[in-house]
């Protein structure tokens, strides 16, 4: 006796997105659209795999990311090292390099689409996840750091988000970062036997991933340990500066976090992060900042670059804890139809509904006029369309309204496009 097969499931962290959960998807992916279009922000598509040694390269070999969190494997077909995506910007910059797409002009660049990392899964945090990324390349003032910050705080207007709350910073420039990288280990190496291990693994490779730690044990170290702002140079105060003066005329509110340093190695000069309280631990919804050593660092020639990511599902998660509900786009028509030449004519009319710009549903799979009906009052169409030998003799239509009070009409169907149109 043969055993049962097993039913197959997706991988864990790896989620399906379901016809009912898709509204709220497809309502905010319309509404970054809409306003990244304002903002004249041009959309790329780049590849879900790259070459491992891209992201090596631009996040940093002593990163959690490069060196737990990747999907990597060998290319059976040349043996090459692979990489399924974790993040964007690396992929995105790669893209402009390769294609030389700075050398007319700076680029203002958005994508959208799903990142890998090998994380444990928790509600807001997945292995298989969707970033909507922003990259400008070739802006090297604080006007555009300025403008991504108050770009996105319009989006939290037209989303009604609420409680979302801006922290920024700035992590100087490379010479800042050396002078306190200095002052950091020093007093980090008196404090040896408070550090956890991944924070003595990091001392002398990537001490400001240290500041980052969200060991509870290890708090009042972290907050006792040098500032980097008392490090920075007269260039780097005057960006920051600069930028707080665009925000405030803005009227967008933002609180200074000095322990705020982004878990990738190729930020400089400003970070920030959009946080909120209600979505628990994963309580970043949208991060990013300046690299301007990036473009160089995957072998390009020296540019400014600044950029972020949004989180799609915190986002939603955050969307749908407000009890937010997507705009309702029901169907203008299910067309219901009986015997062999109304099945005909049902075609020929439902093509033409779609022909005028209407949304119509034909019946398949035959079933009495009773049996359709419930089926078109399902579907959330608004009108049923009702054809039988009759009426496709007579080259007509019964059309009766599922959604509001008013009586079944037969008509033509140049006259039941009128009625579906003006309500």
């Known amino acids: 006796m043969s055993s049962p097969v097993s039913q197959v499931q997706a991988i864990r962290g790896m989620n399906d997105i379901l016809p009912e959960q898709s509204p709220l998807w497809e309502f ?29 390269r631009a996040i940093g070999e002593v990163t959690d990311i490069v060196e737990k969190e990747m999907y990597t494997f060998t290319d059976a077909l040349n043996g090459e090292s692979l990489t399924l995506r974790p993040e964007g910007t ?16 700076p680029q203002r660049l958005w994508y959208m689409g799903p990142m ?16 909507v990324g922003v990259e400008s390349l070739g802006f090297a003032g604080p006007d555009i750091d300025a403008e991504q910050i108050i770009m996105t705080a319009r989006l939290w207007k037209r989303l009604g988000l609420q409680d979302v709350v801006l922290e920024i910073n700035t992590l100087g420039s490379q010479e800042d ?42 708090h009042e170290l972290v907050e006792a340990a040098p500032k980097l702002l008392d490090d920075l140079d007269e260039a ?29 190695d190729y930020y400089n000069f400003t970070v920030f992060e959009w946080v909120t309280t209600r979505l628990g631990a994963q309580g970043t919804v949208c991060a990013g900042g300046r690299y301007d050593g990036l473009i160089a660092q ?80 399902s579907s959330g169409a608004r009108y049923a369309v009702i054809i039988g030998d009759d009426e496709a003799a007579a080259g007509q239509l019964t059309l009766k309204p599922l959604r509001e009070l008013g009586e079944q009409a037969r008509v033509n169907l140049a006259g039941a496009i009128e009625i579906i149109r003006s309500k």
Not at 236 to 251: V, Y
């Open 90 to 105: 690396a992929s995105c910059v790669r893209a402009v390099l390769q294609h030389n797409l700075l050398y007319n002009a």
């Open 298 to 377: 995957i072998g390009g020639k020296p540019a400014p670059a600044c950029g972020f990511a949004m989180g799609v599902e915190r986002l939603l998660a955050l969307l749908e804890e407000q009890s937010f509900q997507p705009p309702e786009k029901p169907v203008d028509a299910y067309v219901v139809h009986q015997g062999e030449t109304a099945d005909q004519f049902a075609f020929q009319v439902v093509e033409q509904l779609r022909d005028q710009g209407l949304s119509a549903i034909l019946h398949c799979g035959g079933g009495s006029f009773k049996s359709q009906m419930k089926k078109a009052d």
């Open 236 to 264: 780097s105060l005057i960006h920051f500066d600069a930028l707080q003066a665009m925000l405030r005329a803005a009227g967008v509110e933002y609180r200074i976090n000095p322990r705020l340093v982004r878990g990738l």
């Open 28 to 56: 905010f992916e319309d509404t970054v659209r809409d306003w990244l279009h304002a903002y004249g922000y041009k959309n790329i598509r780049m590849p879900i795999v790259e070459q491992t040694g891209l992201f090596k």
């Open 177 to 218: 970062r050396a002078r306190h990288r200095a002052r950091l280990v020093h007093y980090l190496e008196q404090h040896l036997d408070l550090l956890d291990e991944d924070s003595k693994r990091r001392l002398h490779t990537n001490p400001l991933r240290v500041l980052d730690s969200k060991n509870p044990a290890m």
């Open 116 to 131: 890998f990392r090998h994380e444990r899964p928790q509600k807001g945090r997945y292995r298989q996840f969707h970033q």
